[in-house]
C-alpha cells in the first residue's frame, strides 16, 4: 500500500510520540526496580542503623501524600532509609525533605543512598546535632518526623512546635516501646491546645505519635 506524503507526516509523528513514551515508562519501571532493590539490600541492615520498619516507611510515605506536605524535616536520618521513603513521597507531590544526623558516618552513608535512589536532589542531610540544628532552621514545616535521641524530646518538641505549619504534622517514632522514656513529650502534644494527637501502630509492634496542628478557624 502506498501511504501519501501528506498522511506519512502525522503518521511518523505518532510512531515517534509512542516510541518516546514506551521509553519513558520503562525508564520509570527501571528506576521503581533499582529503588526497590535498594531498599532490600538496606532492609538487610536494619539492626545496626535502628531504621523504621518497611510498612512504617510506607505509612510515611501515604501520610506525605496524603497530607500534600511540601516542607518535610526528619531528625534522625541514620542511612537514609526512612529518608529515601519520605523522599520519593516528596518527589510525586514537588516538596522537600531536609534531614539531621550527628554521626558523620551515618550521615555520608545517607547520601550515598539517596544519591543512588535518586534523590540527592531533593534531600538535603544536614551533619550536625539536631538540638542546635531544629534552632537555626527557618521553617514553617508542613511535616516533622523525629526519630533521632530519645529523651531529650520535650526540647525537640518546645523548639519545633513554632515553625510547624497550620494543618502540618509532626511525628515521633517510638511512642509504644518508648513511650515512658519520652513521657514529657507525649504528655505535651497531647495537651497542646492547638495539636489533635493518636498514637498508633502499623506494625502491632511499636509505632507512632501523630499530631495534626489545626487550622485557625
Ligand atoms: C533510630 S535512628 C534513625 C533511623 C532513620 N529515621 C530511619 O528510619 O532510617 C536514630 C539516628 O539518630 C541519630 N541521632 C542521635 N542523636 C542525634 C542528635 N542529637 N542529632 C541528630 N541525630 C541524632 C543517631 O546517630 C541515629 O542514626
Request: aromatic residues 6%; glycine residues 8%.
Amino acid at each position: 500500500m502506498k501511504v501519501h506524503p501528506i498522511h506519512a507526516a502525522p503518521l511518523a509523528a505518532l510512531v515517534l510520540a509512542g516510541a518516546w513514551l514506551l521509553r519513558g515508562a520503562s525508564a520509570q519501571e527501571e528506576r521503581r526496580k533499582s529503588v526497590e532493590k535498594l531498599l532490600a539490600e538496606m532492609e538487610k541492615l536494619r539492626g545496626s542503623r535502628y531504621n523504621v520498619a518497611r510498612e512504617e516507611g510506607r505509612f510515611l510515605n501515604m501520610l506525605v501524600k496524603m497530607t500534600g506536605s511540601r516542607r518535610a524535616l526528619e531528625l534522625g536520618t541514620s542511612n537514609g532509609y526512612s529518608a529515601i521513603w519520605l523522599g520519593l513521597a516528596l518527589e510525586e507531590i514537588g516538596g522537600r525533605l531536609t534531614t539531621v544526623e550527628i554521626s558523620p558516618e551515618r550521615a555520608a552513608e545517607a547520601r550515598e543512598n539517596l544519591a543512588k535512589a535518586g534523590l540527592a536532589d531533593r534531600v538535603r542531610v544536614i551533619e550536625g546535632d539536631a538540638h542546635k540544628v531544629a534552632r537555626e532552621l527557618e521553617g514553617p514545616f508542613d511535616f516533622i518526623f523525629i526519630d533521632a535521641d530519645m529523651g531529650n524530646d520535650l526540647d525537640y518538641f518546645n523548639v519545633l512546635m513554632p515553625k510547624l505549619s497550620p494543618g502540618g504534622v509532626m511525628l515521633r517514632h517510638n511512642a509504644i516501646r518508648y513511650a515512658s522514656t519520652m513521657r514529657d513529650f507525649l504528655e505535651a502534644v497531647k495537651r497542646h491546645p492547638e495539636l489533635d494527637t493518636v498514637i498508633l501502630s502499623v506494625t502491632m509492634d511499636d509505632g507512632f505519635s501523630l499530631s495534626r496542628r489545626r487550622k485557625a478557624p
